[in-house]
């Protein structure tokens, strides 16, 4: 019913910059929340920022001043600018969206994840 296409991913340096979308397709009703985790290997899957229908963004604090999330209703995409990267930030980013369609009430669905790396 509802499939994420996320794109942005890639290799950057230390210091540099990456902008993350994600598009929210399908037979899409409402949607509650866009955002976006991540996971490193070896490591338990985090939160790193959220957007509501409201406009309550939250972000995390291993990543507070260097990112920032937006979201574009209309095209039902989330943004996630990410500035002044470390190589700790190098992880799979995966989109997660809370939606509901015609038939399916309110869930959350994943993205497949997209690769950042970050060099020393």
């Known amino acids: 019913q509802v499939q994420l296409v996320e794109s942005g991913g890639g290799l950057v340096q230390a210091g540099g910059s990456l902008r993350l979308s994600c598009a929210a397709n399908g037979s899409i009703a409402t949607i509650s929340l866009m955002g976006w985790h991540r996971q490193a290997p070896g490591k338990q899957r985090e939160l790193v920022a959220t957007?509501?229908?409201?406009?309550?963004?939250y972000i995390a604090n291993s990543v507070k001043g260097r990112c920032t999330i937006s979201r574009d209703s209309g095209k039902n995409t989330v943004y996630l600018e990410m500035n002044n990267l470390k190589p700790e930030d190098t992880a799979v980013y995966y989109c997660n969206v809370g939606a509901s369609t015609a038939t399916v009430p309110f869930r959350s669905y994943w993205g497949q994840g997209t690769q950042v790396t970050v060099s020393s």
């Open positions: 957007f509501t229908i409201t406009g309550n963004t």
